[in-house]
C-alpha cells in the first residue's frame, strides 16, 4: 500500500511563504505523474500543480508565477514551494500520485490570514 505524508502547512500572513513536503512510501520515479491539489471550505477540490515522471510542470492559472513544484528523488519527496501567499489560497492541500491506481494523502491545512 501506497503511503503519501503530507507536511509544512501552518497559518501565515498575505505575502508570506510556505513549503509543503510530500514523503512518499515507494520511489517517485515509480508514479506517471503527481502532484498537488485544494480545497477550500465549500469548494470542490481543485488541482494547484502537477509534475510527471519527466519533470514537466503544469500549474493552475491562479498560481502561476507563485507556486513551484519540484520532487526529489534521492529523498522520495515531492514539494510545493508557495510564495506571494494570497487569503484566497487557504485550503487544505493534498498530495496526489498516480500510475495504474490514484493515491492521496491525508491533506494539510495552510491558512494565510493577518
Known amino acids: 500500500q501506497v503511503q503519501l505524508v503530507e507536511s509544512g502547512g501552518g497559518l501565515v500572513q498575505p505575502g508570506g511563504s510556505l513549503r509543503l513536503s510530500c514523503a512518499t512510501s515507494?520511489?517517485?520515479?515509480?508514479?506517471?505523474?503527481m502532484g498537488w491539489h485544494r480545497q477550500a471550505p465549500g469548494k470542490q477540490r481543485e488541482l494547484v500543480a502537477t509534475?510527471?515522471?519527466?519533470?514537466?510542470?503544469n500549474y493552475a492559472d491562479s498560481v502561476k508565477g507563485r507556486f513551484t513544484i519540484t520532487k526529489d528523488g534521492a529523498k522520495n519527496t515531492m514539494y510545493l514551494q508557495m510564495s506571494s501567499l494570497k487569503p484566497e489560497d487557504t485550503a487544505v492541500y493534498y498530495c496526489?500520485?498516480?500510475?495504474?491506481?490514484?493515491?492521496w494523502g491525508q491533506g494539510t491545512q495552510v491558512t494565510v490570514s493577518s
Open positions: 496526489h500520485a498516480q500510475d495504474l491506481d490514484d493515491y
Open positions: 515507494r520511489t517517485i520515479f515509480s508514479f506517471y505523474a
Open positions: 509534475i510527471t515522471n519527466g519533470g514537466r510542470t
